[in-house]
């Protein structure tokens, strides 16, 4: 395996005797990662969106790790102690596929289970088409799968109008993802004002009373950022539901190091990423079973009552799709569910 780190990493303390911090360096990328669960075990990899962390999956790794799974939860590019490079390039999704694919190696290359979740889901669904022998099962949460690239002019093609209509918003929710590409260098800034802020207000759970309501994320642009005229996140006390104080801790001090230029440049690779898309086999068709799991509050990525699902549905061979009563944090929201959730799909698939 990679080499243990102790406790105190490079980007915080995890405190858990079931996790254990590991970094693995191949000449052109470093991950750090997350390990728990026998060595022995089936494999699972849990890969973790913006703006997070590895330890977003620390009740998973550990509900799974109790049941014989080796679980693995890495630091994505840009992220915690993983390489973050300074070129927006460098964040393509084929160079994120790369790097799933050393670590993939690295742990021995048996075919695994891989759960992503927000922008984890992304790669989850890039590494199951390019590298389909890798997989034997995927799990997507609070982020559906397109099989033509996740590229801004897909994500606005199917914006629900009736929330949404084209002349108030022409880009739907995903205002805040055109921003990154028109204003990178304030959008980053805006982030980088006060990581600790930032994060809190970031880190909310979903509301029903939300459904159906436009999201303050499909107004960026018009706003002039974020968070206004103020150019940084207001004073905001961390969700103590969501991240435990320690993890919460933890997550700030991640981003120390390099700040939210990395994981801000995930956003600026639309044309790149399609290209890569259309490179992978059977046109992105997956046939490996496949689980969404949808967040019923989410104003950005739900599925439920629009066309968001859609590319998903048709690209899917095998593919099962369920809800959780929370928002886009699920992983935080719905510990307990969601590894409930994988675990009866996983029987069920006899995986």
């Known amino acids: 395996m990679g080499a243990a780190t102790p406790s105190g990493t490079a980007w915080g303390e995890v405190a858990s005797s079931t996790l254990v911090s590991r970094v693995f360096s191949s000449p052109r990328h470093t991950t750090h990662y997350l390990e728990s669960g026998p060595v022995g075990g089936p494999l699972i990899i849990f890969l973790h969106g913006f703006p997070s962390l590895s330890l977003i999956w620390r009740a998973q790794m550990d509900a799974f790790a109790a049941d014989g799974w ?5 630091d994505m590019r840009g992220y915690g102690g993983s390489s973050a490079p300074s070129d927006k ?3 393509a999704m084929k160079e994120i596929v790369a790097d799933m694919v050393e670590l993939h190696d690295h742990l021995g290359g048996k075919p695994a289970i891989w759960v992503g979740h927000d922008w984890g889901s992304i790669v989850t669904g890039a590494v199951a088409a390019h590298e389909p022998g890798r997989t034997r099962g995927v799990v997507l949460a609070s982020w559906a799968y397109f099989p033509d690239g996740n590229a801004l002019n897909v994500l606005v093609s199917l914006v629900d109008r009736t929330i949404y209509p084209a002349e108030q918003f022409p880009d739907g929710q995903w205002d805040y993802a055109r921003y990154y590409n028109t204003n990178f260098d304030g959008a980053v800034a805006d982030l980088d004002a006060d990581h600790e802020a930032y994060l809190a207000s970031a880190y909310q759970p979903g509301y029903p009373a939300l459904v159906g309501k436009v999201s303050p994320m499909a107004m960026v642009t018009r706003n002039g950022g974020r968070f206004g005229a ?4 207001p ?22 190091p390099h700040g939210f230029r990395g994981p801000c440049a995930w956003y600026t690779n639309d044309d790149a990423n399609v290209a890569f898309a259309h490179e992978s086999a059977n046109g992105g068709r997956l046939s490996q079973p496949v689980l969404f799991i949808n967040g019923d509050f989410d104003q950005i990525c739900s599925i439920t009552g629009n066309c968001q699902g859609d590319p998903m ?3 899917c061979a095998d593919l099962t799709i369920t809800s959780l009563q929370g928002g886009h944090w699920l992983p935080l929201e719905r510990e307990a569910e969601i590894s409930q959730t994988i675990s009866t799909w996983l029987k069920t698939k006899k995986l």
Do not use: E, G
Not at 70 to 74: E, R, S, V, Y
Not at 230 to 233: E, K, L, P, W
């Open 70 to 74: 080796h679980c693995i939860a890495p």
């Open 89 to 91: 390039d460098a964040y």
């Open 230 to 233: 103020a150019h940084r996140a």
């Open 235 to 256: 004073p905001t006390q961390p969700n103590p539901a969501l991240w435990p104080l320690t993890d919460f801790r933890t997550l700030v001090q991640a981003f120390k």
């Open 313 to 315: 549905r048709a690209a």
